[in-house]
């Protein structure tokens, strides 16, 4: 049995994507992401746009099929600035201070190469920079996944960490 991986195998990445929530706005903003040779993630420029009552079986759906977007590839970041990111463009807000200030990120990830189970982690932007995760398999039901990430984003926004 080799317990050590050969030179000429290629790393696999974990899968990710970034969900954006606003209640103000109504909406979800679901954004797959890139990994770059030098394993730097970026969002991708294909943003999907859901309205915040969706239903949680389709908020998963969107999940699953948006983690099946991530890829490995190569992006010029050199001549991006701050207005360049995905998922403001996709707000359509005036100005990125709006959009962080208007909507809250979970991420989601595989937790290993296999992407069996996912994480999600959610920022409180709590006093004592305590945040929240949560995993689950990334088989569970659609219904579930979209059940989980409303939880992990109310307790969010609800700030009760202290």
Wanted: net charge positive.
């Amino acid at each position: 049995m080799n317990w050590f991986k050969s030179k000429k195998e290629k790393k696999q990445f974990s899968k990710m994507i970034a969900v954006y929530l606003s209640e103000e706005y109504r909406k979800i903003l679901v954004a797959p992401f890139i990994v770059d040779e030098s394993w730097l993630r970026y969002e991708q420029e294909d943003v999907e746009v859901l309205s915040f009552d969706v239903t949680d079986e389709l908020l998963g759906e969107s999940i699953k099929r948006n983690l099946e977007k991530f890829a490995e590839k190569n992006k010029d970041s050199t001549k991006r600035n701050l207005t360049d990111w995905p998922a403001f463009k996709a707000s359509k807000l005036k100005t990125v201070k709006e959009f962080e200030k208007k909507y809250s990120r979970i991420s989601i990830s595989g937790l290993n190469e296999a992407n069996i189970s996912l994480a999600m982690d959610a920022e409180t932007k709590s006093e004592h920079e305590i945040n929240l995760r949560t995993t689950l398999s990334a088989y569970a039901d659609n219904k579930l996944l979209g059940i989980r990430l409303r939880k992990i984003h109310k307790a969010q926004i609800e700030k009760k960490i202290e």
